[in-house]
């Protein structure tokens, strides 16, 4: 267990809001995470960070925008969140080989 | 861009019967890992396997890395209840200075007392 929290573990917000989603680690990984999980599509990354302040986009980045201020905590931010993004988010860190993910935050937009 | 596919997508078995899950590629993975997922978590990892042709096995569970590092299969024998779940599998490109992993689409396994 690499003790990674997601806050918050369920959110339902409007279109158009902004909403930020936190992941906190207490195992000093460097890199860190975001994933969606979407029915058919398995997990597809998001953004990842390799390092404080340092942050690079994945597959499914656009509407995304993240920050990592702390070693141990890594945040996602919908600018203006669409029906789209309605969807369960993980983060998680990474091991020598392995990743270590979170409970998982279900986000739904309405 | 590196795609695995996982087959079957949904399986539903009654207790004690044996079956195989496959993830397959087209792209060479330096290592290959699989998790199992939960209602309502996160993945959990069950094995990373590195070597070409590597086998290795987890109690009722036995994974196999192919000879090409391009496929691999989990075979579980004598399938529980509690063996239900999500089974994904994820591969790390060979240059994975980024430390991306690559995710199947999972396979969701039923096991019915």
């Known amino acids: 267990d690499a003790g990674i929290t997601q806050s918050p573990r369920h959110k339902v917000t409007e279109t158009g809001t902004p909403v930020t989603l936190r992941c906190h680690q207490t195992e000093n990984h460097r890199y860190m995470y975001w994933y969606r999980q979407d029915p058919g599509h398995g997990l597809r990354l998001i953004h990842y960070?390799?390092?404080?302040?340092?942050?690079d986009k994945g597959e499914v980045s656009d509407g995304y925008s993240v920050s990592r201020s702390k070693t141990e905590d890594f945040l996602l931010t919908l600018e203006s969140a669409t029906s789209s993004q309605t969807s369960v988010y993980f983060c998680a860190t990474q091991g020598a080989y392995e990743q270590y993910f979170g409970p998982g935050t279900r986000l739904t937009v309405t | 861009t590196q795609l695995l596919e996982q087959s079957p997508q949904f399986l539903s078995i009654q207790e004690g019967e044996n079956l195989t899950v496959y993830c397959n590629s087209s792209?060479?993975?330096?290592?290959l890992q699989w998790y199992r997922q939960e209602p309502g978590e996160g993945p959990v990892l069950l094995v990373t396997?590195?070597?070409?042709?590597e086998v290795k096995k987890l109690k009722r569970l036995t994974f196999q890395f192919g000879d090409a590092r391009k496929d691999s299969s989990l075979h579980i024998t004598a399938a529980q209840p509690g063996d239900t779940g999500l089974y994904l599998c994820a591969g790390a490109p060979p240059s994975y200075n980024t430390d991306k992993l690559i995710f199947g689409t999972g396979t969701r396994l039923q096991v019915f007392p």
């Open positions: 396997v590195v070597t070409g042709g």
């Open positions: 792209s060479v993975f330096s290592s």
């Open positions: 960070s390799y390092g404080v302040k340092d942050t």
